[in-house]
T-cell receptor, first 117, second 115 residues
Framework: AQSVTQLGSHVSVSEGALVLLRCNYS??????LFWYVQYPNQGLQLLLK??????LVKGINGFEAEFKKSETSFHLTKPSAHMSDAAEYFC???????????????FGTGTRLTIIP | DTEVTQTPKHLVMGMTNKKSLKCEQH?????MYWYKQKAKKPPELMFV???????INESVPSRFSPECPNSSLLNLHLHALQPEDSALYLC??????????????FGAGSRLTVL
């Protein structure tokens, strides 16, 4: 079975500062990893994904994440925080490509990012 | 068109009511999902339809009844719900197979309140 652990349910950073949201995964096989963002009263939006290939993944809104197998981590970073980045961020994992709709996406518990003006 | 549209956005119902949540997508995705999200919690998978057939049911109580009339539509029929069923219900869709698989596109959700 797969799982993800997000360290820190709340993270606050100053506007313009580095954003670092932590995610560690547990998987018996090479995982597929995702970061989703949820703004208040909205659904989830994909920020970026890692499936295979390059371990540094770039996403939307200036975010990126690096897959580190040795550390079982997939931390999300952004060099300079913007007020519009305030939201809930979810790390997620699945074990295989879903060809038949029978591969589950398991979400972490989420990290609420607050930006301090 | 890269959207998943959910209606209604808000629904208040009594425990004896029957209501339905609707979801529509026109991206050609052949997998559709229902998730339940309680406040300050991650989404929890309820059902998955692939090629219009139910492929995953996460032991959801029978008072929730999903339906997939065609590849673009997904319904969730609600009957005899409990107050603890109050939550944000999220619909999502994805491709099956290929590089876009496992990438879910979510709707904005239907916020359900059961009185």
């Amino acid at each position: 079975a797969q799982s993800v652990t997000q360290l820190g349910s709340h993270v606050s950073v100053s506007e313009g500062a580095l954003v670092l949201l932590r995610c560690n995964y547990s998987s018996s096989v090479p995982p597929y990893l995702f970061w989703y963002v949820q703004y208040p009263n909205q659904g989830l939006q994909l920020l970026l994904k890692y499936t295979t290939g390059a371990t540094l993944v770039k996403g939307i809104n200036g975010f990126e994440a690096e897959f580190k197998k040795s550390e079982t981590s997939f931390h999300l970073t952004k060099p300079s925080a913007h007020m519009s980045d305030a939201a809930e961020y979810f790390c997620a994992v699945s074990l295989a490509i879903s060809n038949f709709g029978n591969e589950k996406l398991t979400f972490g518990t989420g990290t609420r990012l607050t930006i301090i003006p | 068109d890269t959207e998943v549209t959910q209606t209604p956005k808000h629904l208040v119902m009594g425990m004896t009511n029957k209501k339905s949540l609707k979801c529509e997508q026109h991206m050609g995705h052949r997998a559709m999902y229902w998730y339940k999200q309680k406040a300050k919690k991650p989404p929890e998978l309820m059902f998955v339809y692939s090629y219009e057939k139910l492929s995953i049911n996460e032991s959801v109580p029978s008072r929730f009844s999903p339906e997939c009339p065609n590849s673009s539509l997904l319904n969730l029929h609600l009957h005899a719900l409990q107050p603890e069923d109050s939550a944000l219900y999220l619909c999502a869709s994805s491709r099956l197979g290929g590089p876009g698989a496992n990438v879910l596109t979510f709707g904005a959700g239907s916020r359900l309140t059961v009185l």
